[in-house]
């Protein structure tokens, strides 16, 4: 029976979450019952320990960080600001919108590191943007859905961090490991953008022409170095000095988080709400984080990983 056991969890646990159960709750719960079932009352005695080192892993302070810099990111106004500016410049290509939809939500993966945050800044920014422009709705919802998901592997990812946590690996090493597989995503995202716009023409036109020229008389680079200078830049300190081996990730995230907020001031989005804001949502995400690792240590000990 206990060596059946993680069979039994991976097939439990697989039911249960197709069902649509929240994966933090179903990972927790059926992994105490289990491990009720394989280590009795002592089981309780054994799980404060799994979490304990969970809370006072140095390492995951920087999961709490790198939210709080996506989602002040988020608030900020730049991901709005990247993706207008970006889409002008790619507008004359057919496909273009899709191309700058990609580009921007590796930016936004690369600033972020938060898969839901950048599914629906992009998704509220460029899905009404793409439908107006007569994209497909299946090109433009997939571009915006695998766009998104770039977060996960593009450092510096909170998923990362997690994995390095979790298997004793070098968090900076991780995120040094995924910078080409990364690239390499990006890269086949354009091409199938290309080539859908290549032999479907009309799922991914064209910008009009006048909204390009309008762009250009507007002060056109003055937006771009606005649009990417600064956000670029503090993606090039926090990941240089964790390359570099300047800082921790944990170090790096702190200072991400501190660039964001006075990117923040700078475009003049800063308030007390937006604070608030930001704090409610890192604080929830943060929570739905710590809960999922604490499912996956009972998952781990009731197993007998």
């Excluded at 990609?102 to 690369?110: C, D």
């Excluded at 946590?165 to 086949?188: C, E, K, Q, T, Y």
């Excluded at 990117?263 to 409610?280: I, N, P, R």
Aim: hydrophobic share 60%.
């Amino acid at each position: 029976m206990i060596e059946a056991m993680p069979l039994i969890l991976f097939a439990v646990l697989f039911i249960l979450l197709l069902m649509g159960y929240p994966v933090a709750f179903t990972l927790g719960g059926v992994s105490v019952l289990l491990g009720l079932m394989t280590f009795g009352a002592d089981f309780f005695n054994l799980l404060p320990l799994r979490i304990w080192g969970v809370m006072t892993n140095y390492v995951l302070l920087a999961v709490p960080l790198f939210v709080y810099m996506g989602v002040m990111l988020e608030k900020s106004g730049l991901a709005e600001d990247m993706l207008e500016t970006m889409a002008l410049l790619f507008g004359r290509l057919r496909g273009g919108l899709a191309v700058a939809v990609v580009i921007v939500g590796a930016l936004l993966g690369a600033s972020t590191g938060i898969v839901g945050a950048t599914v629906v800044t992009m998704g509220l920014l460029s899905l009404p943007t793409m439908l107006r422009r007569g994209y497909s709705p299946q090109v433009a919802t997939g571009t915006i859905a695998a766009s998104g998901t770039l977060g996960q592997i593009i450092p510096p990812s909170v998923v990362l961090v997690l994995l390095g946590s979790i298997l004793n690996v070098s968090v900076g090493d991780m995120f040094i490991g995924a910078v080409i597989p990364g690239a390499i995503l990006v890269g086949m995202y354009l091409v199938w953008i290309s080539i859908v716009a290549m032999f479907k023409p009309a799922e991914a036109p064209a910008m009009p022409a006048e909204e390009l020229a309008a762009f250009r008389e507007s002060g056109m680079f003055r937006k771009i170095i606005r649009a990417f200078l600064l956000p670029i830049g503090l993606m090039t300190v926090v990941l240089g000095s964790i390359f570099a081996g300047i800082t921790s990730p944990t170090e790096a995230a702190a200072v991400g988080a501190l660039g964001a907020t006075l990117l923040t001031v700078f475009q003049g989005k800063f308030s007390y709400e937006t604070l608030k804001a930001v704090m409610k949502e890192c604080t929830h995400i943060t929570c739905m984080v710590f809960f999922v690792l604490v499912g996956a240590e009972a998952f781990g000990l009731s197993s007998g990983a």
